[in-house]
């Protein structure tokens, strides 16, 4: 079906920039909405933000201004851009895809990218 890798995960202080990218191979039809969520430890999955197939954003409040969302459709790829970082982000962020495949609809995760972000 459809298989995501992240990158651009690392360690940053508190006020910087981190890049992630997501590709997206075997996708047969499309994907609707692609984008990020996130897990800190203890606490449930949230979502980031995700971006419909028609270039409608959706952010959690607590990175809207900071974080833009994008997608390449050519190259089924998904971005998140992080701007002013906060000791609160750190999370491992996952990619997810949803859409319609070969075998009818789906709902893809990749195995996620860690961020730090330290005061």
């Known amino acids: 079906q459809v298989q995501l890798v992240e990158s651009g995960g690392g360690a940053v202080p508190a006020g910087g920039s981190l890049r992630l990218s997501c590709a997206a191979s075997?996708?047969?039809?499309?994907?609707?909405?692609f984008g990020w969520y996130r897990q800190a430890p203890g606490k449930q999955r949230e979502l980031v933000a995700v971006i419909s197939s028609g270039g409608a954003p959706n952010y959690a409040d607590s990175v809207m201004g900071r974080f833009t969302v994008s997608r390449d459709n050519a190259k089924s790829r998904v971005f998140l851009q992080m701007n002013n970082l906060k000791p609160e982000d750190t999370a491992v962020y996952y990619c997810?895809?949803?859409?319609?495949?070969?075998?009818?609809?789906?709902?893809?995760w990749g195995q996620g990218t860690q961020v730090t972000v330290s005061s």
């Open positions: 997810n895809a949803r859409g319609l495949g070969f075998k009818g609809v789906y709902d893809s």
């Open positions: 075997g996708v047969t039809f499309s994907i609707n909405d």
